[in-house]
């Protein structure tokens, strides 16, 4: 006897929908930094007034705990 799991995929795995699965020849690119500005743009001035001005150079720091680096 095969067991269930076998023959039947999980049900926490999502089936592709037609959009997941559009080839990139019929899909618009759009730049990456596109995409950027658009959700950056989402974010509100206050959250934004939260990020760290070294966010970019001491990311180890905020993210891992390691000494910061000097600016």
């Known amino acids: 006897m095969t ?4 023959n039947n995929p999980p049900s926490h ?4 929908r037609e959009s997941d699965t559009a080839s990139p020849a019929t899909t618009p690119q759009r730049p990456i930094w ?6 950056g743009a ?8 939260k990020v760290p001005d070294d966010a970019s150079i ?8 390691a000494p910061p680096k000097p600016l």
């Open 3 to 6: 067991p269930a799991h076998k």
């Open 58 to 65: 001491n990311y180890k720091h905020y993210l891992y705990g």
């Open 42 to 49: 989402q974010i509100s001035e206050e959250e934004w007034a």
């Open 13 to 16: 795995h999502p089936t592709p």
């Open 34 to 39: 596109e995409i950027v500005v658009e959700l």
